[in-house]
């Protein structure tokens, strides 16, 4: 059974940073592409970033160039979002998520078949 398990979401002042965790079990990270999706309340699902199977190459929402990082650690199965000077628009339940299919990386959801149970970034203004 796979299970992705987020951690580090929490409150934060605008400007602040906060680092998101995805641990994996049933899962080898290193096969497949994984991404971050967020969801803010009334909006739909978003991809935020996404890293390819190896690690190497990586993709951002336009909204998160230059702030947010992804990464992922292939022998700790664990994948990172480091998340920079958040913006109040950052706002939203965070999402692991990880695929079958896709070795590159992509922010479509559809590409996606397994996902956490969420982590809530709340930054004021």
């Known amino acids: 059974e796979v299970r992705l398990v987020e951690s580090g979401g929490g409150s934060v002042q605008a400007g602040g940073s906060l680092r998101l965790s995805c641990a994996a079990s049933g899962y080898t990270i290193s096969r497949y592409a994984m991404g971050w999706f967020r969801q803010a309340p009334g909006e739909e699902r978003e991809g935020v970033a996404s890293i390819s199977a190896g690690g190497g190459i990586t993709a951002y929402a336009d909204s998160v160039k230059g702030r947010f990082t992804i990464s992922k650690d292939n022998a700790e199965n664990t994948l990172t979002l480091q998340m920079n000077n958040l913006k109040p628009d950052d706002t939203a339940i965070y999402y692991c998520?990880?695929?079958?299919?896709?070795?590159?990386?992509?922010?479509?959801?559809?590409?996606?078949?397994?996902w956490g149970q969420g982590t809530q970034v709340t930054v004021s203004s």
């Open positions: 998520a990880a695929g079958s299919r896709a070795v590159y990386p992509t922010l479509m959801r559809t590409n996606y078949d397994y």
